[in-house]
């Protein structure tokens, strides 16, 4: 496998779930990223880490909770979500923080119910 | 912090039409990078530009950094089906943000 692997695809939780987002790259690459996308918005930062250290949490709710337990692996826990959280959740990985070749997972369409 | 205001924010063309389509910031970038989305995958890195004047091209894509370091513009030229999907800029401003700030995107319909 080469890229940047999200799974699952789809998911459709209730609120009371708990849930996890894998992100998975192959590339050799120090810095991962999770992403929400939003119908008509901007991408928006919600985590970074850098070589498995967390450098950016951009105000993010608690009922998301990062894990890098490797530089190739990323996962985003989900528990307890709202309706609003339904988003298509990108996962991306680039070199360095500072580089700016960022490589996008397929992302994971997420709907809360 | 940094937005990028891109537009429009949809469009619908012609096959063989050429197609622009334009971002701007309220800071000066030093870098500007556009990438494309297709339907159900991530997007994926089009052209970079490092330099304030540069015009680069990828086959019929072209993309420039303007004067001002605060816009960018993207250009394709005799526009197949295969072209459509969602095109963001996204760039780093000169001040101490390491990640890029995205635009809101320009969807691109192709009609046969």
């Known amino acids: 496998e080469t890229g940047v692997t999200q799974t699952p695809r789809h998911l459709v939780m209730g609120m009371t779930n708990k849930k996890s987002l894998k992100c998975e790259q192959h590339?050799?690459?120090?810095?991962m990223y999770w992403y929400k996308q939003s119908a008509k918005k901007p991408l928006e930062l919600m985590f970074v880490?850098?070589?498995?250290?967390?450098?950016e949490n951009n105000s993010v709710p608690s009922r998301f909770s990062p894990e890098c337990p490797n530089s190739s692996h990323l996962f985003l826990h989900l528990h307890t979500l709202q309706p609003e959280d339904s988003a298509l959740y990108l996962c991306?990985?680039?070199?360095?923080?500072?580089?700016?070749?960022?490589?996008f997972g397929s992302g994971t369409r997420l709907t809360v119910v | 912090g940094q937005q990028l205001n891109q537009s429009p924010q949809s469009m619908f063309i012609q096959e063989g039409e050429d197609v622009s389509m334009n971002c701007t910031s309220s800071s000066i970038f030093n870098t500007w990078l556009w990438y494309k989305q297709d339907p159900g995958e991530g997007p994926v890195l089009l052209i970079a530009?490092?330099?304030?004047?540069e015009l680069t091209s990828n086959g019929r894509l072209t993309a420039q950094f303007g004067i001002t370091r605060k816009d960018s513009f993207l250009n394709i030229s005799a526009s197949i089906p295969s072209d459509v999907g969602i095109y963001f800029c996204a760039g780093r401003s000169s001040g101490s943000a390491r990640q890029l700030t995205f635009g809101s995107g320009t969807q691109l319909t192709v009609l046969p």
């Open positions: 991306a990985s680039s070199q360095d923080e500072g580089s700016y070749g960022y490589t």
């Open positions: 530009l490092y330099k304030a004047g």
């Open positions: 590339l050799g690459h120090n810095a």
């Open positions: 880490y850098s070589l498995e250290e967390r450098v």
